[in-house]
């Protein structure tokens, strides 16, 4: 069992940066390729962004060259760096994790989910 919680969101103004984290408690952390995805009310949740357990990321081209996602395993955390923010990146992020340890981008592949945090971009 993994339990995750995210952190960092909030309110801001477009253009504006946000950093979210995610804490990772339980199983061995490393194991896990761990994803971002993001919902908004009556859509489906979306994917953000992904890390391998080794590294390797893959982001949806909404976000590319404006988010980050990075891992620190020896802090059990996930975050996602996200610059020059919009509007349309408003929504809730949630963090997931899964134990195929690949990168992955959908969201049946994940095995554990956090509750989510509220990003809001104003214009």
């Known amino acids: 069992q993994v339990q995750l919680v995210e952190s960092g969101g909030g309110l801001v103004q477009a253009g504006d940066s946000l950093r979210l984290s995610c804490a990772a408690s339980?199983?061995?952390?490393?194991?896990?390729?761990m994803g971002w995805f993001r919902q908004t009310p009556g859509k489906e949740r979306a994917f953000v962004a992904t890390?391998?357990?080794?590294?390797?990321?893959n982001y949806a081209d909404s976000v590319k060259g404006r988010f980050t996602i990075s891992r620190d395993n020896a802090e059990n955390t996930v975050y996602l760096q996200m610059n020059s923010l919009k509007p349309e990146d408003t929504a809730v992020y949630f963090c997931?994790?899964?134990?195929?340890?690949?990168?992955?981008?959908?969201?049946?592949?994940?095995?554990?989910w956090g509750q989510g945090t509220q990003v809001t971009v104003s214009s």
């Open positions: 997931a994790a899964s134990r195929y340890g690949s990168a992955m981008s959908r969201a049946y592949e994940y095995d554990y």
């Open positions: 890390i391998s357990r080794g590294g390797s990321t």
């Open positions: 339980g199983r061995t952390f490393s194991n896990y390729a």
